[in-house]
């Protein structure tokens, strides 16, 4: 699916999310908008500066009352750090949040965002987080930061779900930036899986790699389970067969193909902010 080649100045963002559904289907066309950068064209803005703004732009959709997914991440940060400081000037109200991580409860906590479950609230109003990739059908690669599973939940059972990200996140096909595709998956017998799903992606010359923390021993989530990561040389020819070809295995608790399931994908750029929506 081709993006739309024209673009309009940014109208409200409560424009984009008419249609509540988060499940789009594959005809309606990607639409781009963008906005003017309220940055001189001299300013140099780093990676930082770029997950900022689209932060800020995604945090636009929030509107008082709402249960909120909170996302995790470096971009996610900046999101929960916004509404935190919107809450905390009265600009917001009624907030409840639902974060997809311990290191956002954490910092949601301490900006005196009120938490909760998704035992508690089934269905949530809106998610937000970031991603690291984006392919031009608004599917996305996410989970390098180790919170596939909570994240995977925690935004399907939300009504719309806003991705936030700079324009390095965008690939022509998922996989394609080079970067590891997570796969969560149970401590027991994780090598078994491991040579299983450098077979499955023999052919594309993917390489699946036990991930490792900083003392070299096998990363551990949230949810007491390893990540292997898998390395593709070229984007993936089909990511929905190869999502379920995945989960087909014993073993396998999540993986980080989030397919359809975006309802829009701010992005910053050079020349400012744009939104894609399908």
Same mark, same amino acid.
């Given at each position: ?27 309606? +066309? ?7 950068? $309220?940055?001189? +064209? ?11 703004? $689209? ?8 509107? *008082? ?47 005196? %965002? ?27 690669? #996410? ?47 994780? #090598? ?21 923390? $900083? ?17 593709? #040389?070229? +984007? %993936?020819?089909? $990511? *929905? ?6 989960? *087909? ?26 939104? #894609?929506?399908?």
């Amino acid at each position: 699916m081709a993006a739309a080649a024209a673009f309009s100045i940014l109208p409200s963002p409560s424009a984009y999310l008419l249609n509540r559904g988060r499940r789009r289907s594959a005809a309606v +066309p990607i639409r781009c908008f963008s906005s003017p950068s $309220a940055t001189p +064209p001299s300013t140099i803005l780093s990676q930082d500066d770029l997950k900022k703004l $689209a932060a800020v732009k995604a945090v636009e959709y929030v509107k *008082s009352d709402m249960v909120l997914g909170l996302g995790t991440g470096s971009t996610a940060a900046f999101v929960v750090a916004e509404i935190g400081s919107l809450l905390s000037s009265g600009k917001l109200g009624g907030i409840v949040g639902v974060p997809t991580s311990k290191r956002t409860y954490e910092q949601a906590k301490s900006l005196g %965002i009120p938490l909760s479950t998704l035992d508690e609230h089934p269905r949530l109003d809106l998610a937000i987080d970031g991603a690291d990739e984006v392919d031009p059908e608004l599917n996305l690669v #996410k989970g390098r930061g180790g919170a596939l599973l909570r994240e995977k939940m925690v935004e399907a059972a939300s009504d719309k779900f806003v991705v936030v990200v700079d324009d390095t996140k965008l690939v022509t096909g998922l996989g394609g930036s080079g970067l590891a595709m997570p796969v969560e998956v149970v401590q027991f017998c994780w #090598k078994y899986n491991q040579t299983r799903l450098q077979e499955l992606f023999v052919e594309e010359g993917c390489e699946a790699k036990i991930r490792l923390d $900083a003392d070299g021993k096998p990363y551990v989530t949230d949810n007491s389970n390893y990540i292997i990561d898998l390395y593709f #040389k070229t +984007p %993936i020819a089909d $990511a *929905s067969a190869a999502g379920k070809e995945i989960s *087909s295995f014993e073993g396998v608790v999540e993986h980080g193909l989030f397919l359809d399931m975006a309802t829009a994908v701010i992005i910053a750029g050079k020349e400012g902010v744009s939104i #894609k929506t399908k």
